[in-house]
């Protein structure tokens, strides 16, 4: 699946998940609130998307969504199984069918040696979950931005079909 921008993205997204009556909450580090902010700009998104959690700094990777100290400390915050907990810990803390999570280097500097442009992406649903990693290049909103739409597309094509 290919979508123009984000928005498109979160249609469809929205559309699968609302034709099932299923909900969707976001768990985001680097791109800090702005998958929420593509949801919620497509009127009628209220009907699946909960609301999310921005957590930027490690504390509220651990605190909030429950990510593992050994995980933070055995793989790090920017790591599969960091996205993967993140995406968990939101569908627990939210309540919801659905959890995407963001965790990364948006940039423009390394952070503890991961390059800038280093992203995962980790969907966690019913029938289970799923973790892609991105490596991107460009500034850092052109990382914030194609990650956002990445979560997005990932959302609607981890979707079982009908």
């Known amino acids: 699946m290919t979508a123009a921008d984000p928005v498109a993205a979160a249609r469809v997204a929205l559309a ?4 099932r009556g299923e909900t969707l909450a ?3 580090s680097l791109t800090g609130g ?38 933070i400390d055995d793989e ?4 599969r199984a960091c996205a993967l907990a993140m995406a968990h810990g939101v569908r627990r803390v939210l309540g919801v069918d659905w959890g995407v999570a963001t965790t990364g280097v948006a940039g423009p500097d390394a952070q503890d ?23 991107l290049t ?3 909103e052109t990382v914030r931005r194609v990650t956002c739409l990445r979560a997005l597309e990932l959302v609607a094509e981890f979707q079982p079909s009908a």
Do not use: F, M, N
């Open 76 to 79: 790090g915050v920017v790591s």
């Open 34 to 71: 702005l998958i929420g902010g593509t949801l919620t700009a497509i009127p009628g998104s209220s009907s699946v998307y909960v609301g999310g959690v921005v957590s930027y700094a490690t504390r509220v990777k651990a605190d909030v969504l429950g990510v593992p100290q050994q995980v």
């Open 113 to 135: 040696g991961i390059p800038a442009g280093t992203v995962w992406v980790a969907v966690s649903g019913p029938d289970g979950d799923l973790a892609e990693r991105l490596e």
């Open 16 to 19: 699968l998940l609302d034709a």
């Open 138 to 140: 460009g500034g850092r």
């Open 26 to 28: 976001t768990a985001e």
